[in-house]
């Protein structure tokens, strides 16, 4: 099977380690976790993912951050989103 060609509008900012992920941006999407939602992939309850949000922001942020930089996703981070 062939990889199908990439639409151009996906490359405007050239390489994915181009890409520049900071705490402020993981927190921002922490703090718009709704608490009224089914668990994800993790089974982890939203009311709990966002009370410890500043605990594992720098965490994630690290972790996204190598993900970029080489361009790849952590074994069992593929399905979240």
Known sequence: MSVPE????FWQYGRLSDVHVDNSAVMKKLDKLRQDKAPGADDIQPHYRKEIAEEV???????L???L???EIPRG???CQ
């Open 77 to 79: 981070l593929e399905k």
């Open 6 to 9: 990439i639409p151009s509008i």
């Open 65 to 67: 951050c190598k993900s």
């Open 57 to 63: 922001c720098y965490a994630l942020t690290t972790i």
């Open 69 to 71: 930089d080489q361009g």
